[in-house]
Protein backbone atom coordinates (compact mmCIF):
# COMPACT_ATOMS: atom_id res chain seq x y z
CA UNK A 1 0.00 0.00 0.00
CA UNK A 2 0.91 3.56 -0.36
CA UNK A 3 2.37 4.22 3.31
CA UNK A 4 -0.06 6.41 5.68
CA UNK A 5 -2.97 5.22 3.17
CA UNK A 6 -4.48 2.49 4.85
CA UNK A 7 -7.15 0.55 3.23
CA UNK A 8 -7.75 -2.92 4.95
CA UNK A 9 -10.19 -4.02 2.31
CA UNK A 10 -7.88 -4.83 -0.39
CA UNK A 11 -5.62 -7.65 -0.75
CA UNK A 12 -2.81 -7.39 -3.26
CA UNK A 13 -2.83 -9.48 -6.46
CA UNK A 14 -0.13 -7.83 -8.58
CA UNK A 15 3.13 -6.18 -6.78
CA UNK A 16 4.62 -2.79 -8.11
CA UNK A 17 7.64 -4.85 -9.18
CA UNK A 18 5.41 -7.38 -10.94
CA UNK A 19 4.04 -4.86 -12.91
CA UNK A 20 7.02 -2.72 -13.65
CA UNK A 21 9.05 -5.77 -15.29
CA UNK A 22 5.55 -7.03 -17.16
CA UNK A 23 5.39 -3.43 -18.26
CA UNK A 24 9.22 -3.22 -19.68
CA UNK A 25 8.44 -6.48 -21.22
CA UNK A 26 5.57 -5.35 -23.19
CA UNK A 27 7.19 -1.95 -23.95
CA UNK A 28 10.07 -4.11 -25.64
CA UNK A 29 7.57 -6.68 -27.81
CA UNK A 30 6.17 -3.08 -29.32
CA UNK A 31 9.53 -1.56 -29.90
CA UNK A 32 10.54 -4.87 -31.42
CA UNK A 33 7.23 -5.19 -33.45
CA UNK A 34 7.48 -1.44 -34.93
CA UNK A 35 10.95 -1.38 -35.35
CA UNK A 36 11.69 -2.38 -39.05
CA UNK A 37 13.99 0.87 -39.78
CA UNK A 38 17.41 2.60 -38.12
CA UNK A 39 14.39 4.97 -36.16
CA UNK A 40 12.12 2.85 -36.23
CA UNK A 41 7.82 3.89 -37.08
CA UNK A 42 6.77 6.41 -35.74
CA UNK A 43 3.37 5.03 -33.10
CA UNK A 44 0.65 7.01 -31.78
CA UNK A 45 -0.70 5.40 -28.47
CA UNK A 46 -4.46 6.33 -27.54
CA UNK A 47 -4.92 5.66 -23.95
CA UNK A 48 -8.38 5.05 -22.97
CA UNK A 49 -8.78 7.40 -19.97
CA UNK A 50 -8.55 7.59 -17.18
CA UNK A 51 -7.84 3.89 -15.95
CA UNK A 52 -5.50 3.25 -18.54
CA UNK A 53 -3.22 7.26 -17.90
CA UNK A 54 -0.54 5.22 -15.21
CA UNK A 55 -0.16 2.25 -17.14
CA UNK A 56 0.38 4.76 -20.73
CA UNK A 57 2.66 6.45 -18.91
CA UNK A 58 5.19 3.41 -17.75
CA UNK A 59 4.67 1.85 -21.24
CA UNK A 60 5.51 4.83 -23.14
CA UNK A 61 8.82 5.24 -21.44
CA UNK A 62 9.88 1.32 -22.00
CA UNK A 63 8.87 1.75 -25.65
CA UNK A 64 12.29 2.96 -27.99
CA UNK A 65 10.21 4.45 -30.54
CA UNK A 66 9.28 7.73 -32.29
CA UNK A 67 5.49 8.30 -29.98
CA UNK A 68 3.62 10.18 -29.39
CA UNK A 69 0.37 9.87 -26.99
CA UNK A 70 -3.87 11.20 -27.51
CA UNK A 71 -6.19 10.18 -25.40
CA UNK A 72 -10.26 9.02 -25.44
CA UNK A 73 -12.90 8.60 -23.15
CA UNK A 74 -15.99 6.74 -23.21
CA UNK A 75 -18.61 6.56 -19.94
CA UNK A 76 -17.53 4.15 -16.96
CA UNK A 77 -19.17 1.86 -14.99
CA UNK A 78 -19.93 4.63 -12.22
CA UNK A 79 -20.78 3.92 -8.51
CA UNK A 80 -21.69 0.24 -10.48
CA UNK A 81 -18.72 -2.86 -10.52
CA UNK A 82 -21.10 -3.92 -13.92
CA UNK A 83 -21.07 -2.80 -17.02
CA UNK A 84 -24.76 -0.96 -18.02
CA UNK A 85 -23.87 -2.18 -21.93
CA UNK A 86 -23.53 0.97 -22.89
CA UNK A 87 -20.91 2.87 -24.05
CA UNK A 88 -20.63 6.62 -24.69
CA UNK A 89 -17.83 8.88 -26.26
CA UNK A 90 -17.49 11.26 -24.06
CA UNK A 91 -13.73 12.77 -25.85
CA UNK A 92 -12.38 11.72 -29.54
CA UNK A 93 -9.00 11.95 -29.63
CA UNK A 94 -7.58 15.01 -31.05
CA UNK A 95 -5.47 14.09 -33.88
CA UNK A 96 -6.13 12.30 -37.24
CA UNK A 97 -5.25 8.86 -37.11
CA UNK A 98 -5.16 8.25 -41.10
CA UNK A 99 -2.11 6.23 -42.12
CA UNK A 100 -0.68 6.17 -38.55
CA UNK A 101 0.02 3.20 -36.34
CA UNK A 102 -2.59 3.53 -33.80
CA UNK A 103 -1.36 0.91 -29.86
CA UNK A 104 -5.44 1.71 -28.37
CA UNK A 105 -3.63 1.45 -24.30
CA UNK A 106 -6.19 0.08 -21.98
CA UNK A 107 -6.38 -0.70 -18.57
CA UNK A 108 -8.60 -3.76 -18.75
CA UNK A 109 -10.28 -6.36 -20.89
CA UNK A 110 -13.31 -7.29 -19.45
CA UNK A 111 -16.25 -8.32 -21.28
CA UNK A 112 -14.85 -6.69 -24.24
CA UNK A 113 -17.94 -4.28 -24.85
CA UNK A 114 -15.44 -0.70 -24.66
CA UNK A 115 -12.85 -2.10 -26.57
CA UNK A 116 -14.81 -3.30 -29.27
CA UNK A 117 -16.69 0.16 -29.60
CA UNK A 118 -13.08 2.03 -30.07
CA UNK A 119 -11.66 -0.09 -32.06
CA UNK A 120 -14.72 0.00 -34.49
CA UNK A 121 -14.42 3.54 -34.38
CA UNK A 122 -10.99 3.98 -34.96
CA UNK A 123 -10.86 1.37 -37.70
CA UNK A 124 -13.20 3.11 -39.53
CA UNK A 125 -10.74 5.99 -39.47
CA UNK A 126 -8.01 4.02 -41.75
CA UNK A 127 -4.93 3.98 -39.79
CA UNK A 128 -1.99 2.22 -41.28
CA UNK A 129 -2.29 -0.58 -38.38
CA UNK A 130 -4.44 -0.97 -35.28
CA UNK A 131 -3.04 -3.03 -32.37
CA UNK A 132 -5.08 -3.01 -28.82
CA UNK A 133 -2.52 -3.35 -26.07
CA UNK A 134 -4.26 -4.47 -22.19
CA UNK A 135 -2.72 -4.31 -19.10
CA UNK A 136 -5.06 -6.79 -17.93
CA UNK A 137 -7.62 -9.36 -19.11
CA UNK A 138 -10.60 -11.23 -17.36
CA UNK A 139 -10.80 -13.45 -20.25
CA UNK A 140 -13.59 -15.66 -18.46
CA UNK A 141 -15.90 -12.46 -18.71
CA UNK A 142 -15.96 -12.06 -22.68
CA UNK A 143 -18.88 -11.01 -24.26
CA UNK A 144 -17.68 -10.42 -27.72
CA UNK A 145 -15.29 -12.14 -29.48
CA UNK A 146 -12.34 -9.26 -29.02
CA UNK A 147 -8.49 -9.57 -27.70
CA UNK A 148 -5.60 -7.53 -27.42
CA UNK A 149 -2.09 -7.87 -28.61
CA UNK A 150 -0.82 -7.12 -25.81
CA UNK A 151 -1.60 -8.46 -22.81
CA UNK A 152 -0.04 -7.77 -19.22
CA UNK A 153 -1.54 -10.18 -16.65
CA UNK A 154 -4.57 -12.47 -17.17
CA UNK A 155 -6.49 -12.57 -13.92
CA UNK A 156 -9.01 -13.91 -12.45
CA UNK A 157 -13.39 -12.58 -12.14
CA UNK A 158 -12.41 -10.02 -9.09
CA UNK A 159 -12.91 -6.72 -8.99
CA UNK A 160 -9.72 -4.96 -8.66
CA UNK A 161 -7.91 -0.87 -8.22
CA UNK A 162 -5.05 0.86 -8.27
CA UNK A 163 -2.06 1.18 -10.84
CA UNK A 164 -4.95 3.42 -12.85
CA UNK A 165 -8.02 1.35 -12.02
CA UNK A 166 -10.79 2.45 -9.66
CA UNK A 167 -14.02 1.80 -7.34
CA UNK A 168 -16.15 5.01 -8.14
CA UNK A 169 -12.68 7.06 -8.92
CA UNK A 170 -11.37 6.15 -5.89
CA UNK A 171 -8.17 3.54 -5.40
CA UNK A 172 -5.90 4.89 -9.10
CA UNK A 173 -3.53 6.13 -7.02
CA UNK A 174 -2.38 2.94 -5.35
CA UNK A 175 0.88 1.60 -6.81
CA UNK A 176 -0.17 -2.53 -6.30
CA UNK A 177 -2.98 -4.06 -8.36
CA UNK A 178 -5.48 -5.38 -5.58
CA UNK A 179 -8.59 -6.76 -5.41
CA UNK A 180 -11.38 -5.30 -3.51
CA UNK A 181 -13.47 -7.30 -1.46
P1 LIG B 1 -15.52 -3.89 -20.66
O1 LIG B 1 -16.20 -2.96 -21.60
O2 LIG B 1 -16.50 -4.73 -19.89
O3 LIG B 1 -14.43 -4.73 -21.27
O4 LIG B 1 -14.93 -3.01 -19.50
C1 LIG B 1 -13.78 -2.32 -19.60
C2 LIG B 1 -13.80 -1.22 -18.56
O5 LIG B 1 -14.50 -1.60 -17.38
C3 LIG B 1 -12.40 -0.92 -18.12
O6 LIG B 1 -11.85 0.10 -18.88
C4 LIG B 1 -12.59 -0.51 -16.68
O7 LIG B 1 -12.83 0.89 -16.62
C5 LIG B 1 -13.82 -1.20 -16.22
N1 LIG B 1 -13.50 -2.40 -15.41
C6 LIG B 1 -13.72 -3.69 -15.72
N2 LIG B 1 -13.29 -4.52 -14.77
C7 LIG B 1 -12.78 -3.72 -13.81
C8 LIG B 1 -12.14 -3.98 -12.54
O8 LIG B 1 -11.95 -5.12 -12.09
N3 LIG B 1 -11.74 -2.89 -11.85
C9 LIG B 1 -11.90 -1.62 -12.29
N4 LIG B 1 -12.46 -1.33 -13.46
C10 LIG B 1 -12.91 -2.37 -14.22
MG1 LIG C 1 -11.40 2.18 -18.03
Not at 39 to 55: H, N, Q, R, S
Not at 89 to 105: A, W, Y
Given at each position: ????????????LLTR?????????????????????????????????????????????????????????????????????????????????????????????????????????????????????????????????????????????????????DYAE????????????
Amino acid sequence: MNGAFHVPELTVLLTREQIAQRVAELGAEITRDFIAEPDGEPIVLVGVLKGAAIFLGDLARSISLDATFDFIAVSSYGKQKQSSGEIKLLKDVDHTMEGRNVILVEDILDTGLTLTYLRNMLAGRHPRSLKIAALLDKRSRRQQPIHADYVGFEIPDEFVVGYGLDYAERYRNLSDICVLS
